[in-house]
């Protein structure tokens, strides 16, 4: 007989420190089974996890997966990267230090891309492994659609939460930018890097976000916002057909149960968008990763050393220009996406493709992740291949705990 999941976040919440141990060992019982064939964690200590002594707090108990781009004083932290192969940081990143002092129990560290770029890691997509997880927080991703963990930790720069949440069939979180302390997360571009959750019910995200965002509401009451807006995007037509239908099928799915529904028309400025956020990405990387090049160069990978390469040879006067035009951009989105409209669109092109030697293109994330909007991908049904499908929900920046609340209300109509 099959090990079950591990309760979701709010049912291992609801056991509280007496049912710590119960849910630790139901993770440990269901990595234990599937890890072979999903590979989604680099490390995992059940044990010291079951032994350290829980902080009381609002997440007493609650075992956590760590993006292994994410510092931890206790777990190796590679990077992804055989540069840093045995690397032991000496302090904990700021999310893992205010996730452990609210009570959370880390169990392990999920895999990541090299430097949460493109090359992948060794995570197979748990609903059929000939496919990709999608990157870079495969593991993350892999490991909570698996049912191994409640919640895991991600990191977005350009489709790194939205894009594996949608190949493996889970919520997927990714905050406004700079929503929370980004300390001890290796930086890939610092002006887009972005922390994430992994969950498997939208409710899942606001107790976790609660402690990594102070402000930030505990809970979520699932609320149909003012409106919601299909919006195609530059990229529409890339997308498969199955992919497209879902979006338009979801968006008819909420106008019947009451949303007022339309479609946001998409501006002229957007051509070239994807453009401009890899401008901005590869030239941060060519600095971030100078010397990684220059003294580890032969254990980069091919992908990464060409971003960086890239990103050397970009000039001053076109990361000027990219920079300027993301400004704009920023600033018309804050017009045509009002605080209360959410947009709906693509998580990624379609089902998780086949093969495991990239991990999907991120097209249709790039651009939201420059705008630094909050942005939720929600399962949505299954294409041809019997893979998870999902939908993007966004919302205006800064409005996280409203677009939350609004996802929770489609995660409900939808079904």
């Given at each position: 007989?099959?090990?079950?999941?591990?309760?979701?976040?709010?049912?291992?919440?609801?056991?509280?420190?007496?049912?710590?141990?119960?849910?630790?060992?139901?993770?440990?019982?269901?990595?234990?089974?599937?890890?072979?064939?999903?590979?989604?964690?680099?490390?995992?200590?059940?044990?010291?996890?079951?032994?350290?002594?829980?902080?009381?707090?609002?997440?007493?108990?609650?075992?956590?997966?760590?993006?292994?781009?994410?510092?931890?004083?206790?777990?190796?932290?590679?990077?992804?990267?055989?540069?840093?192969?045995?690397?032991?940081?000496?302090?904990?990143?700021?999310?893992?230090?205010?996730?452990?002092?609210?009570?959370?129990?880390?169990?392990?560290?999920?895999?990541?891309?090299?430097?949460?770029?493109?090359?992948p890691g060794k995570t197979?997509?748990?609903?059929?492994?000939?496919?990709?997880?999608?990157?870079?927080?495969?593991?993350?991703?892999?490991?909570?659609?698996?049912?191994?963990?409640?919640?895991?930790?991600?990191?977005?720069?350009?489709?790194?939460?939205?894009?594996?949440?949608?190949?493996?069939?889970?919520?997927?979180?990714?905050?406004t930018y700079g929503w929370?302390?980004?300390?001890?997360?290796?930086?890939?571009?610092?002006?887009?890097?972005?922390?994430?959750?992994?969950?498997?019910?939208?409710?899942?995200?606001?107790?976790?976000?609660?402690?990594?965002?102070?402000?930030?509401?505990?809970?979520?009451?699932?609320?149909?916002?003012?409106?919601?807006?299909?919006?195609?995007?530059?990229?529409?037509?890339?997308?498969?057909?199955?992919?497209?239908?879902?979006?338009?099928?979801?968006?008819?799915?909420?106008?019947?149960?009451?949303?007022?529904?339309?479609?946001?028309?998409?501006?002229?400025?957007?051509?070239?968008?994807?453009?401009?956020?890899?401008?901005?990405?590869?030239?941060?990387?060519?600095?971030?990763?100078?010397?990684?090049?220059?003294?580890?160069?032969?254990?980069?990978?091919?992908?990464?050393?060409?971003?960086?390469?890239?990103?050397?040879?970009?000039?001053?006067?076109?990361?000027?220009?990219?920079?300027?035009?993301?400004?704009?951009?920023?600033?018309?989105?804050?017009?045509?996406?009002?605080?209360?409209?959410?947009?709906?669109?693509?998580?990624?092109?379609?089902?998780?493709?086949?093969?495991?030697?990239?991990?999907?293109?991120?097209?249709?994330?790039?651009?939201?992740?420059?705008?630094?909007?909050?942005?939720?991908?929600?399962?949505?049904?299954?294409?041809?291949?019997?893979?998870?499908?999902?939908?993007?929900?966004?919302?205006?920046?800064?409005?996280?705990?409203?677009?939350?609340?609004?996802?929770?209300?489609?995660?409900?109509?939808?079904?």
């Amino acid at each position: 007989m099959a090990a079950p999941f591990c309760p979701t976040v709010t049912g291992a919440l609801q056991m509280g420190s007496t049912g710590a141990a119960m849910v630790l060992n139901a993770c440990k019982a269901r990595i234990a089974e599937r890890e072979a064939s999903v590979a989604a964690w680099e490390v995992v200590d059940v044990r010291a996890a079951m032994d350290s002594a829980p902080v009381a707090g609002p997440l007493t108990g609650l075992p956590v997966g760590v993006k292994d781009i994410i510092d931890t004083a206790a777990f190796p932290t590679a990077y992804g990267s055989p540069i840093f192969a045995g690397h032991r940081p000496k302090d904990d990143a700021a999310c893992v230090v205010a996730l452990k002092q609210a009570g959370a129990l880390v169990l392990g560290k999920t895999v990541t891309t090299e430097f949460a770029s493109a090359h992948p890691g060794k995570t197979h997509n748990p609903h059929n492994p000939a496919h990709t997880p999608g990157g870079s927080s495969s593991g993350s991703a892999a490991a909570v659609a698996d049912g191994m963990v409640p919640v895991a930790l991600g990191t977005q720069t350009a489709g790194s939460v939205i894009r594996p949440a949608a190949y493996c069939g889970v919520v997927g979180y990714k905050g406004t930018y700079g929503w929370t302390d980004l300390a001890g997360v290796h930086p890939l571009a610092p002006s887009l890097d972005t922390l994430g959750l992994f969950t498997r019910r939208v409710s899942d995200i606001a107790p976790v976000r609660a402690v990594l965002a102070p402000g930030a509401r505990a809970t979520i009451t699932a609320r149909q916002p003012a409106r919601i807006r299909l919006f195609r995007t530059p990229m529409w037509e890339q997308a498969t057909p199955e992919g497209r239908r879902a979006v338009e099928r979801a968006l008819r799915m909420v106008g019947d149960a009451g949303a007022a529904t339309d479609e946001a028309p998409v501006p002229a400025s957007w051509a070239d968008i994807v453009a401009t956020q890899i401008t901005i990405m590869f030239a941060e990387m060519g600095r971030q990763f100078a010397s990684e090049l220059r003294d580890h160069g032969d254990k980069l990978s091919a992908a990464i050393r060409d971003q960086i390469e890239q990103g050397q040879k970009t000039t001053p006067e076109v990361e000027q220009a990219a920079r300027a035009k993301a400004d704009a951009l920023r600033a018309e989105i804050a017009e045509l996406l009002p605080p209360g409209d959410v947009w709906i669109t693509l998580a990624a092109p379609g089902e998780a493709p086949e093969g495991l030697a990239a991990t999907g293109d991120p097209m249709f994330n790039r651009p939201w992740t420059l705008l630094g909007v909050p942005c939720v991908a929600l399962p949505y049904r299954q294409g041809p291949n019997g893979l998870p499908l999902s939908v993007q929900l966004v919302a205006a920046r800064g409005a996280d705990d409203d677009l939350l609340d609004a996802a929770a209300w489609v995660e409900e109509t939808l079904g």
